[in-house]
């Protein structure tokens, strides 16, 4: 259960969100009782017991026109695609292979019939290459917004789980791959990138566009045994290490030399006058895999993701006994918060016109 | 998939759902490839096989604000209740039990505290009444209208499932109640039931707010073997039985006079000049059980109904070779064609400005 991408918003009623606590009282409210209900609200996914070592992986994400995308700056493709690429994000993040989906759209009237078969041949594109069937659905008419609810079904075995609450102390806390392009992505999706070179835009636009959930990251350090915690970066590194921390009830250090910044992020930081250290650490929705790993196994995992993978994986710093998020730079050690994605989020949540949004 | 109650927007934009094909497309597209998937798009649920003869089922359903309900019209606890009972009763079509659900709430940002704690009311009396965990979801912001997206999770018997493809011919059809009360108590709530005694309204009213999934009903079928088909009246008596028609490749034959017609519901045609038959033939959204019962099993499936749940059943037709719906009256065999909800629910659907309908 989560709020993010959600952004702006919450910022603007944080009584509806916060205070009254619809999330958190929602996840007190319902601890579970049923025999086959194995984790409930808390992580990235649902885990229900089948059986045999087996389990099956639940997720859910709502995705609203005008609050999580605006139509006309991305293409019906791109949203279909995305809007099946963050839920399989979360199948990841427990290192589960995707079985199917449902999906529950609330269509405008308005939309045409091409922009209906783009979003369509998105969300297929999406799950032809990741491997998910769709299996069921509810298409209704809704009145002002494209609404796209999408829930995930996942599988794994149940000793293997990546879990938030599965990190302990000393783990090297390792990055699936550079994180902030699609906060910046954001950036030139919105206008806001002046000076950046055509190249280095389409490259960040895409990272926040087309999204690759890190399904086989996710599977191999499962399937391995070589991480028992990890999360998708969503909100963004700093937060969701956060939650890992809640969860395992740890601190986390970060070496600030050691978080890899892409040559396209860098580009746009220079040319946009910010820090792209900034926007590795805070920006969010680049769905990359931040996971944990017992120091006598760092090696290894580096190596395994290269072999089989061909992937570059970054320890980028250690759990801690100390609570709290610690972030080590040339000058020492400084506690810094978890802070999160939703400044950046506040060009996609303001009043416009729905009309004039629609490509 | 299906796209029942978006009833009165369907007509409103055909290329959209109909010619697109947007539903048909999908499910034509997406034959399930899956070894865990066992039935993907066409019943009530999606079925994936656990292992052992088990296996889970799922559905999914989206209502939105001003398409699906109106507030102001209905408390939140109702809405609360009635968006996890219509999923529920999905479950019980299949003859499943609940295990867990998911939410995805996009909530608009001017809704009160104890609006949004009498709508988690409503959810969770449903879910501690029917015995299914809330186990994840999704919390955003909407900026125009309220919309729920719920994902029920249930469980059974492969060997025991009902389908809408089950049903042989010479099967008696059967109703697990009388239907026509929630089409009525729309026009209740609407405020067209002008010479409608206060107690008739209030029935009617609830009937259509607080719909009882048939769960036990659905059980008993299911575990007995008394049944291999059914649906839930979602979209109308006939246009359901036209699925399981379609489905199992049949026609079916309704006596007229076997169709049970409450005395809320023949109070309500009397004071409103309408028919209470075609209020049972054809409202919308009672969630009653419409299953097919081998002949020589009807007598026992009557008593076991009775026995075991203290419930009577209506047996009101037969399944035949004949393609099509055939309505048996005193003057003869007439065929109809399958009609639903959507007429009932034009009321809903009109332009009103969202901030005139917050309770």
């Known amino acids: 259960m989560r709020s993010r991408r959600g952004g702006a918003a919450v910022s603007e009623t944080p009584e509806l969100f ?14 579970p009782r049923d025999a086959m209900v194995d984790l409930g609200i808390g992580d990235d996914c649902a885990v229900l017991a089948l059986g045999g070592g087996r389990c099956l992986l639940l997720t859910t994400d709502m995705l609203i026109d005008r609050v999580h995308f605006r139509l006309g700056t991305l293409s019906p493709f791109e949203l ?9 994000s979360d199948i990841a993040a ?17 939309l045409p019939a091409d922009f209906l078969a783009e979003l369509k041949r ?18 209704v008419i809704a009145r002002a917004d494209l609404c796209l609810s999408l829930t995930v079904v996942g599988e794994s075995e149940r000793e293997r789980l990546l879990l938030r609450s599965g990190a302990r102390e000393g783990d090297v806390v390792f990055l699936g791959r550079p994180t902030g392009e699609s906060a910046a ?19 960040l ?46 601190g986390a250090e970060i070496d600030e ?5 892409s040559e396209p992020l860098r580009r746009f930081a220079a040319a946009t006058g910010g820090s792209a250290l900034d926007l590795a650490l805070s920006g969010g929705e680049d769905y990359a895999l931040l996971f944990c790993v017992p120091p006598e196994s760092a090696g290894r995992c580096r190596e395994r993701c290269r072999e089989r993978l ?8 250690r759990m801690c006994a100390r609570k709290g998020l610690w972030l080590r730079s040339g000058t020492g050690l400084r506690e810094v918060a978890p802070r999160g994605y939703d400044a950046f989020r506040e060009g996609l949540t303001e009043e416009t016109p729905a009309e004039a949004d629609r490509g």
């Not at 529950?104 to 308005?110: E, F, K, M, R, S």
């Open 18 to 31: 916060s205070e009254f606590g619809f999330i958190a009282g929602l996840r007190q409210a319902c601890r």
């Open 185 to 203: 992505g954001l950036r030139v999706v919105l206008g806001e990138a002046a000076g950046v070179s055509e190249e280095t835009r389409r490259i």
């Open 94 to 110: 427990m290192g589960g292979r995707p079985v199917c989906w449902l999906l529950a759209a609330g269509l405008t009237p308005g």
């Open 122 to 139: 998105g969300l297929f594109s999406c799950a032809e290459r990741y491997g998910a069937d769709l299996v069921g659905g509810d298409t």
């Open 310 to 317: 061909g992937l570059e994986v970054y320890p980028i710093g």
């Open 80 to 88: 279909g695609m995305k809007a099946l690429a963050v839920n399989l």
């Open 257 to 261: 030399a050691a978080v890899p910044l």
């Open 205 to 250: 636009r895409r990272a926040h566009l087309e999204p690759e959930p890190q399904l086989e990251l996710g599977r191999l350090l499962a399937q391995e045994g070589l991480s028992r915690a990890a999360i998708d970066v969503s909100d963004g590194l700093l937060q969701d290490l956060g939650h890992i921390c809640e969860e395992s009830g740890l």
